[in-house]
């Protein structure tokens, strides 16, 4: 049951405003964020490959905040998952998240505010291995601003082919990166993320790309197109394709970050993959790791035979 977090305000210590700042932007599935931080960066992969050089307008800021003193509360958390604590406080939602607080208490958190100039929080003394905290970033801001922009986060590889993003959803282990790979080999397709796609609704029609969370992959793309289906994989020796009805709710729903603890957040989510699997077709693919495989899916999809 998602708690109710309206009523719940606490106040925060805020450390004094940094004299220096270093901006830059990132932009992927057609998003753009600035990050303001309190000196310059030698910036992981993750965001060295989508930096973008025009930023005038961003679709939400992000101002990096070092704490010499923890953040203080004056009421309970709204929600705890054991990792993080989730704050209602008087400027919008705060997300701390405890595996990364400091011994002296200060934390890793997240601010996030209706207007989208939010504030992210690092232990000043522990500035200068920031580099650790990034692997955090989608539990911290990320699930929070997509909401905001008709977007979700959906534990699947994705590639380009024919200017169409054809998606491989499934549990850890199921073979996404594998049939990604398999694709890029037989089809020529173009690996755009390896772990978690964006999906978002962009005037009804629904596009899935690349983000800064790609698990293991390695694989950090800008790019975002047009969704022509979605395949979840089971793994089999031989090679057989249906397609999904009532069961492609469920299948996909399983897969997405969620934050149930947000009834806004679900509300948005749910509703967003209810009316993508109006145009958006779902398939279950049994599969083995070969060149037929990829044939059976494309066809499917696009209607034709693999070109050779």
């Known amino acids: 049951m998602t708690p109710s977090a309206s009523t719940h305000r606490s106040v925060l210590a805020l450390p004094p405003d940094m004299s220096q700042e270093y901006s830059f932007c990132i932009r992927f599935s057609g998003i753009t964020i600035r990050f303001i931080a309190p000196t310059a960066l030698n910036l992981p992969e993750c965001i060295t490959e989508l930096l973008c050089c025009n930023c005038e307008v961003a679709d939400a800021e992000y101002r990096i905040t070092l704490l010499e003193s923890p953040l203080s509360f004056e009421n309970a958390p709204v929600y705890t998952d054991g990792n993080s604590h989730i704050y209602e406080t008087n400027q919008g939602r705060l997300r701390v998240y405890f595996p990364l607080t400091e011994e002296d208490g200060c934390q890793v958190a997240c601010l996030f505010t209706p207007e989208r100039k939010n504030t992210l929080y690092y232990p000043a003394k522990r500035w200068n291995h920031y580099r650790k905290y990034w692997h955090c970033a989608h539990l911290l801001w990320g699930e929070m601003l997509l ?17 169409k993003a054809v998606l491989f959803c499934g549990e850890s282990g199921a073979g996404k990166s594998t049939q990604a790979d398999l694709w890029k080999t037989f089809a020529n397709a173009e690996i755009i993320n390896g772990d978690r796609c964006v999906i978002r609704n962009q005037n009804g029609v629904f596009f899935g790309g690349g983000s800064l969370w790609s698990g293991t992959s390695g694989i950090y793309s800008p790019l975002s197109a047009p969704i022509a289906g979605i395949i979840t994989l089971k793994k089999g020796e031989n090679n057989s394709i249906r397609k999904l009805e009532a069961e492609a709710f469920p299948a996909l729903f399983s897969q997405i970050t969620l934050n149930l603890w947000d009834e806004e957040f679900m509300h948005n989510v749910t509703g967003n993959l209810l009316l993508m699997l109006q145009s958006v077709p779902v398939w279950e693919l049994t599969c083995d790791k070969s060149r037929e495989a990829v044939s059976l899916a494309y066809k499917t999809i696009f209607s034709k035979e693999l070109p050779l």
């Not at 909401?147 to 200017?163: E, G, R, T």
Request: glycine share 0%.
């Open 147 to 163: 909401m905001h922009l008709d977007a979700f986060l959906l534990h699947s590889s994705v590639v380009l082919k024919d200017n």
